[in-house]
């Protein structure tokens, strides 16, 4: 193990772009008692099988959704937990999730041998999803979920005895995984596409230098035992605690009923509720309230199916609250007693009030009915483009009533931090990539700023570049969605940034935002990537 092997795995593979088993000289499938991993001989690495029987327990299924789709030829089970091991590098919880995902999934390791060496599923992978930030078990091929599924629960059950966790968790088998993990990066930066994989891991990890990546990879080999036992009690135990949502995708038609009817069976009663729900309702561009409506001359809630646009509002938002394990209100009475049930209301504004600044039918009359009812509401958004009282004469003008101290948005939340949070001095400037709300919530909170809507005239030619004139007062640069950027703007942040001495915030992360029925780049994709490198933090 160690460095060497990873030297050596590394040096084969980019000889042999990432083979290290020649055409028809393919290793033996393991026995159960020799060495050997069971493969076609991929991976070079002896794994010892690992025997197992599963143990059918009733109470180990949670919240459930099936997802039919349409030319899916097989079904597709997932089940994850929230996962914070993507922020920046170095986290301590990164390669100790690696590398027990690899103890628990690799070949002949417990899951392979509960699930796929018996018979169960052609497929089972535990990993951590780079873009979403979950640790997720996913089944793919089953041929009996159900099965699949007890016998995953079962295993991470069994780890909470230590006799047991020591024993998937041996010297042997963590010098092997890491060996395994090795060659993986490895191979992975020996192609293409691994190649490409690689630089956009870095760039989200914040690190891109092959050096640095070498440097991240090297924590692999100080992984011990206890931190394996740290990240195992924070993320895996979790999906035993009955709270996980699956998620099972199939195919339409009779496959749907199939796959019910086999989980059923598996332990005798229903194990698992389903709710179905069509791919379009995912999909579809608005995610408005079903329940929020009422129908005109009414003083309570009913249901609009449609908005002005025609598109079918309640079966969007019949689909999300399944996603997150909450309740579709039925009729007038579990809306009343939901009503009852709550003091203040968050509200999203674009896709939930309005779409595209069309107010969504209903909408008026429930939130006179909700302000009847004494309820607080609070209107939340991510769009830094408008002020407070910019957003107020907004919903004026669309006929809807509210007040600056209900309105909370990413513009205000960004200026209320300086102020509060990081006692900004009021002899500092923040300098402005952004529409006119982030400036104007800066100046509700005393602090001054240059930039925004004012660089919008960009340099006309490379010659003017030296024209650029820093501010020696800017103490922090502030991205809002700008619709205006250009060349000027991300110059002036560069410079102020690389100085080193200036704070750096964002309004919002989102990497795309909707319009049209299309994906438009978002704040996200367009400034943080580059951003983030120009920045110490």
């Known amino acids: 193990g160690g460095v060497e092997v990873f030297e050596r795995v590394w040096s084969e593979s980019v000889g042999v772009r990432g083979r290290l088993v020649k055409k028809g000289k393919k290793r033996k499938a393991g026995n159960g008692v020799e060495g050997g991993n069971g493969s076609d001989g991929a991976l070079p690495f002896p794994f010892p099988r690992t025997p197992y029987a599963a143990r059918w327990i009733d109470g180990r299924f949670g919240k459930s959704v099936m997802l039919p789709i349409p030319g899916l030829a097989t079904s597709f089970l997932t089940q994850s937990v929230e996962c914070d091991v993507m922020r920046p590098h170095p986290h301590p919880d990164y390669f100790p999730v690696i590398l027990l995902s690899e103890l628990l999934s690799r070949t002949e390791g417990p899951l392979y041998t509960a699930i796929r060496g018996q018979g169960y599923a052609y497929d089972a992978t535990l990993h951590l999803s780079l873009w979403t930030g979950q640790l997720s078990f996913e089944l793919n091929d089953s041929s009996e979920p159900y099965k699949a599924y007890v016998a995953f629960q079962d295993i991470l059950d069994k780890l909470q005895n230590e006799e047991e966790f020591g024993r998937v968790c041996g010297d042997f ?45 090297a924590v692999l080999y100080r992984v011990t035992r206890e931190d394996l036992k740290r990240v195992y009690e924070k993320y895996f135990r979790r999906f035993c605690d009955n709270s996980r949502l699956t998620i099972i995708t199939t195919p339409p038609g009779k496959a749907v009923k199939r796959i019910r009817e086999e989980f059923a069976s598996g332990l005798g009663h229903s194990c698992l ?11 579809a561009g608005s995610t408005g309230s079903g329940s929020g409506g009422s129908k005109k001359g009414k003083g309570k809630p009913g249901k609009s199916s449609r908005d002005s646009g025609g598109r079918d509002v309640a079966g969007t938002a019949a689909a999300f609250p399944a996603l997150i394990g909450t309740k579709e209100l039925k009729d007038s009475r579990e809306i009343e007693a939901f009503i009852d049930s709550v003091d203040t209301f968050l ?11 069309v ?9 006179d009915y909700l302000r009847s009812k004494g309820k607080r509401i609070l209107f939340v958004t991510n769009n830094s483009t408008k002020s407070r009282p910019a957003y107020v004469k907004l919903f004026q003008s669309l006929g809807l009533n509210t007040s600056v101290d209900e309105i909370f948005s990413s513009a205000y939340a960004a200026a209320y931090y300086l102020s509060h949070n ?17 400036k104007d919530e800066l100046a509700s909170e005393g602090i001054g700023s240059v930039g925004g809507q004012d660089d919008n005239d960009n340099l006309e030619d490379m010659a003017d570049i030296g024209t ?6 800017v103490g922090a640069v502030l991205v809002g969605f700008d619709l205006n950027i250009n060349y000027k703007k991300l110059a002036k942040a560069f410079t102020y940034l690389k100085s080193g001495e200036v704070e750096f915030l964002a309004t919002n992360m989102d990497m795309a935002d909707p319009g049209g029925g299309r994906i438009y ?3 996200g994709l367009v400034f943080l990537e580059s951003f983030g490198k120009w920045s110490d933090e």
Do not use: N
Not at 273 to 283: N, T, V
Not at 359 to 367: H, I, K, N, P, Q
């Open 173 to 217: 088998e963590l010098e092997t995984a890491r060996a395994s993990v090795a060659y993986k990066y490895a191979c992975g930066r020996s192609t293409g596409v691994g190649i490409v994989g690689s630089a956009l891991r870095a760039v989200l990890r914040g690190y891109a230098s092959l050096e640095e990546e070498e440097a991240h990879q």
């Open 273 to 283: 509720k389903f709710r179905e729900i069509k791919l379009q309702d995912l999909a």
């Open 347 to 357: 509200l999203d504004c674009d896709g939930v009030i309005w779409a595209s600044y």
């Open 359 to 367: 107010v969504y039918d209903g909408v008026a009359e429930t939130l």
């Open 422 to 438: 990081l006692h900004f001095p009021k002899s500092k400037k923040v300098y402005v990539i952004g529409m006119a709300g982030v």
């Open 468 to 473: 650029i004139k820093d501010d020696p007062d």
């Open 521 to 523: 780049p978002g704040l």
